[in-house]
């Protein structure tokens, strides 16, 4: 028990503090860098931090869920798809730093509370585990979908990026459902889009 408390925390730190590792390629990274003005890097960059911040989220939501599920093929699928978000928080983190930006000052917050909810919604049951998976996934589509349309349009490097990651998260969500996720209620779907607005709006700045 000892030994698995220590790897979970380890995991934690890995997340909050250290480089991410990949073994895909960073989306865009062959594309030249496009000639923004300072208001638009500072745009862009805010937006990636978003998008990694939702990364550092998504690792303390798979971890607690994989901690409380109880099928293992479902514990797998969690841990196939946070190994995939582990890659898109190298992504962003790159891109963060390519234009002149940093990393969310709230980081170990948004992981402590984001584990938190991911143990409640393992403990649940496995179907709605999944459901709160495949929820979570469709919001961040959605999520991703608003940055594709607010980045500058030059910034290709940046939408390569946000472009595969929601490809993945669409692939998660399918996956989720075809374990079999359960519909989650209006009220809680509702309670989770206020929780991300507020997560966005929030680290744009922070």
Known sequence: MIDKLILEFD???????APAPTMRTMPGADLSEADLDDAERRHAAALMRIDHVGEVCAQALYQGQALTCRDPAVRDALRQAAWEETEHLNWTERRIAELGGRKSLLNPLWYGGSLAIGIVAGKLGDDWNLGFLAETEHQVEAHLDGHLASLPATDLRSRAVVDQMKADEIRHAETAIRLGARELPG???LAMAAMSKVM???AYHL
């Open 187 to 189: 009220p809680v779907k």
């Open 200 to 202: 966005t709006s929030t």
């Open 11 to 17: 995991k934690a730190l890995r997340t909050v503090l």
